[in-house]
């Protein structure tokens, strides 16, 4: 496998645990809160879907949009991207990349160490990284990602649930 993802806080390493516990903690919800203007914004104790991710050399993750409903009282709203690749050159590749549409890109960020990407969760959020990774084969692309919600579904929703979509 090319991808490789942990939400198991347990299963990490003490140091992995705390960065995704300062992640989750009630200052960056606040701090998300903030910059969003979302108002009952929380973190997801649990982890699903987000944790520790690590992709190896030739993988990439096909353009999308996410899940927005965890279940009946959680809309997902907020990602965040936590990267922690140092010395990371351009030409390893492994940019986030957000969509205008599932055809148009707009901007792109190299995952380098410590930079952090957030953005809204919504119909129309697509992101991903669709090219294949070039890094060395002991190298990896590793972030931390968290995931947010709220009781209030974003203004632009039109669908009650759905899944991830993938624009291929």
Request: net charge neutral; glycine share 6%.
């Amino acid at each position: 496998a090319l991808k490789f993802a942990c939400g198991d806080l347990h299963a990490l390493p003490v140091p992995c645990q705390t960065v995704l516990r300062a992640l989750n903690s009630d200052a960056m919800v606040k701090f998300l809160s903030c910059i969003t203007g979302i108002e009952d914004l929380r973190s997801d104790d649990k982890f699903i879907g987000a944790g520790l991710h690590q992709i190896r050399r030739g993988g990439l993750l096909d353009v999308h949009v996410d899940f927005n409903k965890l279940d009946d009282r959680n809309w997902r709203r907020v990602n965040a991207l936590l990267f922690v690749n140092k010395d990371w050159p351009e030409e390893y590749g492994g940019h986030t990349e957000m969509w205008k549409s599932k055809t148009e890109p707009a901007v792109k960020a190299l995952p380098i160490f410590n930079r952090l990407v957030v953005f809204s969760t919504t119909d129309t959020s697509w992101h991903g990284h669709p090219h294949p990774l070039t890094c060395p084969d002991d190298r990896t692309r590793k972030s931390f990602a968290t995931y947010y919600y709220s009781d209030n579904a974003p203004t632009n929703c039109d669908k009650p649930f759905r899944d991830t979509t993938w624009a291929k």
